[in-house]
């Protein structure tokens, strides 16, 4: 049995049972993280008419058709209660970052010290490329955002935390960034007009690994919080301007784009050797299931899952008022809660007793 001096035993029973280390420990990342949010809010009226617009003077022959897809703007609150997630689950959050179109969501309290909104045009290499509605396009300038940290998580709004976590959950102390593969593998083909936008993105990325490194990939990633480094992003475009401002130009989603954030930063930094592959308790879930409400239970009750998405793709004729009705009880069910980052009103609105 290992021996502990007196004096180190009634410290430590001075501060609470334990012994304090006389530095920090060297598997304890010290370098901040922050979170990136991309947001839309497809029924503000402004909005959808800047949409309509730049839709309307589309060349259909280059853009994806489902990029056109309502679903792609739907917003169900998913952003409140992700958020909610993070301050029950992911508090070592320094910083988090939404990124909008001009918009707001009315229940953000915009004053949190921890909460800044940016707008597409304090980010975009070129604002006149701006209006565009592709998220590849949007995610390809996140690494522009002012004060961001060297390591951050980028997240869509349909991401969840499900259980307390650590950074060294994304990130190793040593300042590498993890990446999770999914067991779906990509086709060795080359691009066909079948691919869905995930699909055709991944393909672009990996031509592009292939010419950069002379290797290759053969599966997607989970669509989980991407952990991203800055520096990294920042050395890729300034080796390939020309890609970043190509995916940026594009106004909706195109065969040609590449996923920046989510999947080709984590091959190149891997590639770097700035990266390396991480274990992660994940679920999806596709909002168009027909047994969705089991699903959601399922989840609910889970206690092996760090984070969750729940995803839409398309949903069918009729089907969105029971969905949004399953995933609203879903939501205050399982984050009932308000966080600090919804307004004083809306927070005593719905936790009265507070």
Same mark, same amino acid.
């Given at each position: ?20 280390? @006389? ?29 309509? #617009? ?83 396009? *949007? ?45 779906? @593998? *990509? ?61 940026? #130009? ?63 793709? #398309? ?6 008022? #029971? ?32």
């Amino acid at each position: 049995m290992d021996y502990i001096e007196p004096t180190i035993w009634e410290h430590a029973l001075r501060n609470d049972a334990r012994i304090r280390l @006389p530095a920090p420990h060297l598997r304890v990342l010290q370098e901040p993280v922050d979170i990136v949010y991309t947001w839309v809010d497809g029924s503000d009226p402004e909005w959808r008419a800047r949409m309509c #617009a730049s839709r309307d003077n589309l060349d259909l022959r280059t853009t994806e058709p489902s990029s056109l897809s309502e679903s792609r703007f739907i917003s169900r609150d998913e952003l409140k209660y992700s958020l909610r997630s993070i301050e029950y689950y992911a508090s070592w959050a320094r910083r988090i970052f939404i990124v909008t179109d001009g918009q707001i969501p009315p229940w953000l309290d915009v004053d949190h010290p921890k909460i800044t909104v940016v707008d597409h045009r304090e980010i975009f290499s070129d604002p006149n490329l701006l209006p565009v509605f592709n998220s590849h396009a *949007i995610e390809s300038q996140l690494h522009h955002i002012p004060g961001l940290a060297d390591r951050y998580l980028y997240l869509n709004d349909d991401c969840f935390f499900l259980r307390p976590t650590d950074p060294e959950l994304f990130f190793t102390a040593n300042g590498l960034a993890k990446h999770f593969r999914s067991v779906v @593998p *990509i086709d060795i083909g080359g691009w066909s007009p079948r691919d869905l936008p995930i699909i055709s993105a991944a393909k672009q990325g990996r031509e592009h690994i292939l010419t950069k490194y002379g290797r290759t990939f053969t599966h997607r990633y989970k669509h989980t919080p991407h952990p991203q480094l800055r520096p990294v992003l920042e050395a890729m475009e300034l080796e390939d301007p020309q890609m970043f401002a190509k995916v940026a #130009a594009s106004p909706f989603r195109s065969p040609e784009d590449v996923s920046i954030p989510s999947s080709l930063h984590h091959f190149d930094a891997f590639a770097r050797g700035r990266s390396i592959e991480g274990q992660i308790g994940y679920q999806f879930v596709d909002l168009k299931e027909p047994d969705l409400e089991l699903r959601l239970l399922r989840v609910a009750r889970r206690t092996d899952l760090d984070v969750f998405c729940l995803n839409e793709t #398309a949903l069918g004729e009729g089907a969105e008022g #029971a969905v949004n009705q399953l995933v609203s009880r879903f939501f205050e069910s399982r984050f009932p809660v308000p966080s600090s980052f919804e307004r004083e009103p809306d927070r005593l609105r719905q936790n009265p007793c507070g």
